[in-house]
């Protein structure tokens, strides 16, 4: 609908919802043109004009062409005519259904066929009986619930339609898991009962293991020195921002709600393009009520996963990406805080590099001095987000993503078949399935604020599905290892499995390897070196080698996000390894006993206040009000 085609009719109509926020027919016609020319449909534009809830607009907009308003599709009607496809779910503005014995057309329409609509009903005045108009999220809630058994389905299956030979839950059966934990085992029974005999197998392999990602992390160090604070990208006119969709699965955390909407709220991005999505399954009725609470605020909607197995991150993200309206996708946790202009960020990089298909955004810890335990838990984080992943990028290597703030082109994601929703480290895999593909990623410099875990067991259990996720990533990718390498590339068939296989392989071992080495050297004197312990010789240079870089680029981390005075902590990065270890072993357990089990950080325990930043108005940027 160009300015031209807006008569006296379709001007009234838009000034009627806007209310008092239009006083001239001049203004709205402005207001309408400005929408198209952003892509933006001027229902949505009015809502952010008028400052009113899509449901006001809505219900003032049924008035203005007389017909009914609801607020929501009755639960009660009963669906007729033919089915929607489950993946173009997002774009059904109309439901036909009986309530009551009457045929009845819920419809939330965009204003072109809006207009034409209340024309119709103005020749056809019966009509009035037989169309409702329903706020759009309310119309998708009502979708959601209809197609719940398709979506269910769809999220199960997505990624094995896509690549068969690509899922977890096809290709890790009892037999392979249990496979490859023995392996696990019994190399590190061999490696450290029997090192004289089996030296010059186990040597040659170790040092790989260990030195080649200890390289990595000395390049990464490198590359990062030089890797620029924030690019210089020119910033999009709000007429060029394309709509954003951000997906935040939640399972048992009501108590982060109120936190997160504030966040959200804050973010620098047009309310008309951001479609925010709180993913909750039903099973957690506490934290589905308290989203309720806070729809009316915002860009907001509600999607409710059925109950059952699996009960993943992913699984959640898969039945919601259906409904998802973007033209560009974030995931955001329920206890992150993310820079309010990360999203204006993105699209920038977006516009200005069209080989790229995702972004991961920096992961920063805000209660880092908190403990010893969260000062090396940030430090991990600076290294792996601040230089690590940048580095991977830079080289165009496989990214194992991190498991929020990951952005990403909509298209491209449904190409690489959304996520696994077996695999409890989603992101990594996700992350080698694109480079597959020979999608890039890459990195954005912009914070997302989180929440290290503060006990020993919040850590062992999340530390715990880390890595058995990454094993779960090594094993389904090596299925058909030509094939992987033909996808890949011999330099990213290489890094993949020196990066992810020498974090499998050695954690698991790493403690067994320094009591033995602790023993050896303890019972051996002084003078263990002089007397030819070989072994003991090499697995002490091994892991000092493999020690001094991992501190290394964890103090360069550290500087670069400006939290240097946490480095002396780094004096207990071997007992932190010892922990990985634990949870490696516990992980291997787990692979064989139960493969898809969720453990789920726990939130929120953390004594010290989280930063925050003021919700955005109109014309105001948001602003930090509270840090630690």
């Known amino acids: 609908m160009s300015p031209v085609q807006l008569d006296n009719y379709a001007t009234g109509i838009a000034r009627r919802i806007l209310g008092a926020a239009c006083e001239t027919n001049t203004e709205a016609k402005r207001i309408v043109h400005d929408a198209l020319a952003a892509g933006v449909d001027p229902m949505q534009r009015f809502a952010r004009v008028?400052?009113?809830?899509?449901?006001?607009?809505?219900?003032?907009?049924?008035?203005?062409?007389?017909?009914?308003?609801?607020?929501?599709?009755?639960e009660a009607v009963k669906l007729k005519g033919g089915g929607a496809e489950i993946d173009r779910l997002a774009k059904v503005q109309s439901v036909r259904g009986v309530l009551?014995?009457?045929?009845?057309?819920?419809?939330?329409?965009?204003?072109?066929?809006?207009?034409?609509?209340?024309?119709?009903?103005?020749?056809?005045?019966?009509m009035a009986r037989q169309v409702c108009l329903v706020p759009p999220r309310q119309l998708r809630a009502h979708l959601a619930r209809l197609y719940a058994e398709g979506l269910t389905r769809r999220a199960?299956?997505?990624?094995?339609?896509?690549?068969?030979?690509?899922?977890?839950?096809?290709?890790?059966?009892?037999?392979?898991?249990?496979?490859?934990?023995?392996?696990?085992?019994?190399?590190?029974?061999?490696?450290?009962?029997?090192?004289?005999?089996?030296?010059?197998?186990?040597?040659?392999?170790?040092?790989?293991?260990?030195?080649?990602?200890?390289?990595?992390?000395?390049?990464?160090?490198?590359?990062?020195?030089?890797?620029?604070?924030?690019?210089a990208i020119p910033r999009l006119a709000e007429a060029e921002l394309p709509a954003y969709s951000v997906m935040v699965p939640l399972r048992d955390e009501a108590e982060l709600v109120p936190q997160l909407v504030n966040a959200m709220l804050a973010l620098d991005y047009p309310r008309d393009r951001l479609d925010i999505k709180f993913i909750v399954e039903q099973a957690s009725r506490e934290t589905v009520e308290a989203v309720r609470e806070h729809l009316w605020r915002g860009p907001f909607e509600l999607v409710e996963v059925p109950d059952g197995q699996p009960l993943t991150k992913p699984k959640a993200l898969n039945f919601a990406l259906p409904l998802a309206t973007g033209e560009l996708l974030v995931i955001f946790d329920a206890e992150d805080v993310p820079e309010p202009d990360q999203l204006r960020l993105a699209a920038a990089k977006f516009a200005a590099h069209h080989e790229l298909d995702c972004l991961q955004a920096e992961l920063v810890i805000d209660n880092a001095p908190e403990s010893l335990l969260t000062?090396?838990?940030?430090?991990?984080?600076?290294?792996?987000?601040?230089?690590?992943l940048p580095a991977l990028a830079m080289l165009g290597l496989p990214m194992p993503l991190g498991g929020t703030s990951n952005h990403f082109r909509m298209r491209a994601l449904i190409e690489a078949g959304g996520w696994d929703s077996y695999n409890v480290t989603e992101d990594?895999?996700?992350?080698?399935?694109?480079?597959?593909?020979?999608?890039r990623c890459g990195t954005l410099v912009s914070a997302t604020y989180e929440e290290a875990p503060v006990t020993l067991g919040g850590w062992l259990t999340?530390?715990?599905?880390?890595?058995?996720?990454?094993?779960?990533?090594?094993?389904?990718?090596?299925?058909k290892p030509l094939k992987l390498l033909e996808d890949l590339g011999l330099l990213r068939f290489l890094a993949f499995e020196i990066y992810v296989g020498g974090l499998v392989f050695t954690a698991p071992v790493h403690a067994l390897f320094v009591g033995l080495l602790a023993w050896r050297v303890g019972t051996g004197g002084g003078e263990w070196a002089l007397r030819g312990?070989?072994?003991?010789?090499?697995?002490?240079?091994?892991?000092?080698?493999?020690?001094?870089?991992?501190?290394?680029?964890?103090?360069?981390?550290?500087?670069?996000?400006?939290?240097?005075?946490?480095?002396?902590?780094?004096?207990?990065?071997?007992?932190?390894?010892?922990?990985?270890?634990?949870a490696a072993i516990r992980a291997g357990v787990q692979l064989v006993t139960n493969p898809f089990v969720w453990e789920k950080t726990r939130h929120a325990r953390t004594k010290l206040e989280r930063r925050r930043f003021a919700a955005r108005t109109d014309g105001a940027l948001p602003r930090e009000i509270e840090a630690t």
């Open 428 to 439: 990594a895999d996700l992350g080698v399935r694109l480079a597959r593909l020979r999608y």
């Open 375 to 388: 000062a090396l838990f940030t430090a991990e984080y600076a290294a792996q987000f601040g230089l690590i």
């Open 533 to 582: 312990d070989y072994w003991s010789v090499f697995f002490a240079t091994v892991l000092v080698l493999g020690y001094a870089s991992a501190i290394l680029i964890a103090l360069l981390g550290l500087k670069r996000f400006g939290r240097l005075k946490l480095g002396w902590a780094q004096i207990l990065l071997p007992l932190y390894w010892i922990l990985t270890s634990l």
């Open 100 to 126: 009551f014995d009457r045929e009845v057309l819920f419809v939330a329409p965009g204003f072109q066929r809006l207009v034409a609509l209340g024309r119709r009903v103005r020749r056809e005045p019966d």
């Open 50 to 74: 008028a400052g009113q809830s899509e449901a006001v607009v809505f219900a003032r907009a049924a008035e203005a062409i007389g017909l009914v308003f609801v607020e929501a599709v009755p």
């Open 462 to 479: 999340q530390r715990t599905r880390w890595m058995k996720g990454w094993m779960q990533t090594l094993i389904v990718h090596n299925q």
């Open 156 to 231: 199960l299956t997505r990624l094995a339609a896509r690549w068969p030979h690509a899922s977890a839950h096809r290709e890790l059966t009892l037999k392979v898991r249990a496979g490859f934990a023995a392996l696990l085992l019994a190399a590190a029974i061999l490696a450290a009962l029997l090192p004289e005999l089996v030296l010059g197998v186990v040597a040659p392999i170790l040092a790989v293991l260990y030195l080649a990602p200890a390289a990595l992390r000395l390049i990464a160090a490198l590359l990062g020195t030089f890797n620029p604070v924030r690019e």
